[in-house]
């Protein structure tokens, strides 16, 4: 039997979580299905069945699917569940949002947040903020994972050629509705998949501060910006960019975390980074301890030095 | 309106933990616990509501040993009115089995909203609010950071990947608490006085009809791979130059 991925995606394009889940869902040794489920999504399903590795696409175009909705997506998916074995998403905030639902009811144990496939039954996923990992055996049928997309290399592009089969609908529940969104905008690379990620910390002392010393640094190297939880709660910087245990889980080449003592929750959100700066005032501050380069001395001295520095 | 507040006892977030050396599971003896930060966040806003005069009776509940009773307590000081344990040697509750004893109770209850936390941060599993959500064939308001009550329905505002959604959910509804939605208020020490008289009922998952078998096996639990740590630097110039030819990253 095949395994399912459910695509994440915005009607146009797919997300870029979606290309590492269909990595993970190619080590299970089985015929590849995605579902788009969106409003307008032809754009999507076409570059879906692109992806190496998928061998079909499932299409359900309908109003109702344009804004992802869990109650609606939900019951779509379980219409079509009993021809998996596996079904998975991204352990983004859509999928973790979602696949609960499904596994509900289905009435099967969902496994979350996977960095590691054993075999078709046993998953290593993190617990304890990733102080510890946990190798886990599921004896339900189907299993429905959540894929963290850090974790496995994204699927190539191109080089698949499914077919893409339009399927139906199911009923709308009627339970839930969209009102709207605001979403950040920014011209640099989205977090979750940047190459380099800058992030601060609550050593900034106000919004203006951070956007003054970090926008400047994150353009001359084409960075994300990211942030502790400690920084979004003070309100410098938009929920979104939280890197964390409960935020965004990053593993860039390069993590410069500024200002940003290093509590477990923050490094559970980056301490996948291939090489990790840090620079901080304290000397002490555990950030050190897994940083390959510290420099300790004032972030308000040392960021436009390091922009001045790099520039030339 | 009632509103059930499911509550959890964990490792306290400030606690390092340990994973035990035959990797059997992570050390708990002689450590701190505490009720997940999520759940005081959920305790905190039904709290509010019914200040607001929108609820009338917070009901908490947990599941699992006596020791949760302590929680429940917590819970009762933060100004919940009632409690439940569901009382369960069972040291493997999963969150499947965790939403069917919670669809039980609220079966029992009739809440209006049940407002829980979105993730416990011993499992970190995220699932159990969207899971009781879909056994009960409610809305489900994950992640939520604001909430707007009305008379049949709920605002609410959703932390997603790139930023903020809206939706409408039909009540009654299970809403899932993120960081951002409040601060949870520290109990004061006469509402932990008059917390200790508050009820609080004790049942099992035998007695609510619910098979909590687990679904599956942990083999190990081992430690993560350890990152050193590397080297100080001077200067701006020699971190630039390390990153450069060193680390090759710019």
Known sequence: ?312 | MKILVPVKRVIDAYVTVRVKADESGVETSNVKMSMNPFCEIAIEEAVRLKEAGNAEEIIAVSAGSMQCQETLRTALAMGADRAILIQTEESDLQPLAIAKLLKAITDKENPGLVLMGKQAIDGDHNQTGQMLAALLNWAQGTFASKLDLESDSITVTREIDGGLETLKLKMPAVITTDLRLNEPRYASLPNIMKAKKKPLDVTTPEELGVDITPRYKTIKVSEPPKRQAGTMVESVQDLIEKLHNEAKVI
């Open chain 1, 1 to 312: 039997m095949p395994v399912l991925v459910i695509a994440e995606h915005d009607n146009n394009t797919l997300k870029v979580s979606t290309h590492p889940v269909i990595s993970a869902a190619s080590q299970l040794d089985a015929d590849i299905h995605v579902l788009i489920a969106g409003s307008n999504a032809a754009a999507a399903a076409e570059e879906a069945g692109k992806v190496s590795g998928v061998v079909k696409v499932l299409h359900a175009d309908d109003a109702i699917y344009a804004q992802g909705l869990a109650e609606n997506l939900g019951a779509l998916i379980v219409q079509i569940a009993k021809d998996y074995t596996h079904i998975l998403a991204p352990a983004s905030f859509f999928g973790k949002n979602i696949m609960p639902r499904v596994a509900a009811l289905l009435d099967v144990q969902q496994i979350s947040d996977i960095t590691a496939i054993e075999s078709s039954d046993t998953f290593v996923r993190p617990i304890y903020a990733g102080n510890a990992f946990a190798t886990i055996q599921s004896t339900d049928s189907p299993k429905v994972l959540t894929v963290r997309p850090t974790s496995f290399d994204a699927a190539a592009a191109e080089g698949g050629s499914a077919s893409i089969d339009q399927i139906d609908s199911a009923a709308e529940t009627g339970l839930a509705s969209f009102v709207g969104q605001e979403l950040t905008k920014s011209e640099r690379p989205e977090l979750a998949i940047a190459d380099i990620v800058i992030s601060g910390g609550r050593g900034f002392g106000s919004a203006e501060n951070f956007n003054k010393l970090m926008e400047p640094l994150a353009d001359r190297l084409g960075a994300a910006i990211g942030a502790s939880r400690a920084a979004v709660d003070a309100g410098y910087v938009p929920n979104d960019y939280q890197v964390g245990q409960t935020g965004k889980i990053v593993a860039p080449k390069l993590y410069i975390a500024i200002g940003i003592s290093g509590a477990i929750q923050h490094l559970a959100g980056m301490k996948d980074s291939k090489v990790i700066v840090a620079i901080n005032k304290d000397e002490e501050a555990p950030i050190f301890s897994i940083a390959d380069y510290g420099l300790v001395g004032d972030l308000f001295e040392i960021i436009p030095e390091l922009e001045k520095a790099l520039a030339s």
